[in-house]
């Protein structure tokens, strides 16, 4: 017999809203699908497997999360199974610590966003300085939305925010047991 804390959360069995693969469009679509067929009452379970995606739809599926919680009180668990990278991650935070759990032999990565982008500067010279300024603005704004999430992401926890600014260059990986011990998450099952 295998020592697992599962038997403590028996809500996390069967969970409302299952989610795997790339945070994307569909996976959004998903998400929303299964989020108006839980049922009408009590806690919400939402579990994700995921190598990446887009942190946009992660951040507008955390504020569906969020905005549920708020607005209803119910409550909403995140379990994490296997993998819980980047976009994940950003997923994951959108939930309190105290409900967050992991699968054992998970792993969370977290990392700085990246951009790729060519910047052609063609024209009078008095109209490439505002080109240049959007491009700044852009990154500027880019990098509050970063450690925005980074922050919500700590909320709770043995991690602090300058940790994690220091750590996540260099895509941090982090053990479902590694996670709990810095408070990340309430629990590996």
Not at 11 to 21: C, K
Not at 35 to 52: H, Q, R
Not at 126 to 133: A, D, E, G, N
């Amino acid at each position: 017999m295998t020592d697992s804390n599962a038997a403590r959360y028996p809500l996390l069995a069967i969970p409302h809203i299952q989610l795997h693969g790339t945070v994307d469009d569909m996976m959004y679509a998903r998400f929303k699908e299964q989020l108006a067929a839980v049922p009408a009452e009590g806690p919400i379970v939402v579990s994700l497997t995921t190598l990446g995606g887009d942190p946009e739809m992660a951040r507008a599926m955390g504020d569906s999360i969020r905005l549920l919680r708020e607005y209803t009180g119910r409550e909403a668990l995140f379990l994490g199974k296997v993998a819980v990278y980047s976009a994940g991650a950003t997923f994951m935070s959108a939930f309190p610590v105290e409900c967050r759990f992991l699968t054992r032999n998970s792993r969370l990565m977290i990392h700085e966003r990246s951009m790729t982008s060519t910047l052609q500067l063609s024209g009078p010279l008095h109209t490439i300085p505002p080109i240049l300024k959007a491009k700044l603005n852009e990154i500027a704004d880019s990098i509050r939305i970063q450690e925005e999430g980074f922050a919500d992401l700590v909320r709770g926890s043995q991690v602090t925010l300058d940790e994690l600014k220091k750590r996540a260059p260099d895509n941090w990986y982090i053990e479902a047991n590694e996670a709990r011990d810095l408070g990340l998450v309430l629990d590996v099952i």
